[in-house]
């Protein structure tokens, strides 16, 4: 079962903060990104429900960058919550409880911890990266939203060093 964007993050989150960490917007953007493709890549699904989009500092969830805007490049301090038309009221994301989803978060997290914001946005830019097919695809078809596919991610992740 995929999961929302910022379900997957506040998990990241939590873990980060248990370990000193002050994650950005960034930071959970690329983590989540990463911890993606190890899940298409170990479990044969994917862990984000949406896609991702190829956008200037790398590949993104346009759900995260709504959510954390607000942060511009300091850490996060709360966790996503989803909004509830019916009732008209914000509420939190239940915790998730999958655990091959638990399992691929704590197996690499803490690797992905490591690095800094800029680091993160330079390995999801490596020639050969997903995002960077995704944009040099681009420059000769259409790609409205600039959608890079699981297969693709699956695919690089394959024939990547990755921890």
């Not at 170990?42 to 956008?55: C, M, Q, R, Y």
Request: one cysteine or more.
């Amino acid at each position: 079962m995929a999961y929302d964007a910022r379900a997957v993050a506040n998990e990241v989150l939590i873990r980060a903060w248990e370990r000193g960490f002050e994650p950005t917007q960034i930071d959970i953007q690329k983590i989540t990104y990463f911890l993606h493709g190890h899940h298409l890549l170990e479990h044969g699904v994917p862990l984000v429900e949406s896609e991702f989009e190829a956008l200037h500092y790398g590949p993104v969830q346009r759900s995260l960058l709504d959510c954390y805007h607000k942060f511009g490049e300091e850490p996060i301090t709360e966790l996503a919550r989803k909004f509830n038309p019916v009732k008209r009221e914000y509420q939190e994301f239940p915790r998730i409880l999958d655990n091959s989803v638990l399992s691929t978060i704590d197996r690499h997290i803490d690797f992905y911890l490591e690095y800094s914001s800029f680091e993160l946005v330079e390995m999801t830019h490596v020639k050969g990266s997903p995002w960077s097919i995704t944009m040099e695809r681009a420059r000769n078809a259409v790609n409205i939203g600039m959608r890079i596919s699981n297969d693709l991610i699956r695919t690089c992740f394959e024939g990547a060093k990755v921890a």
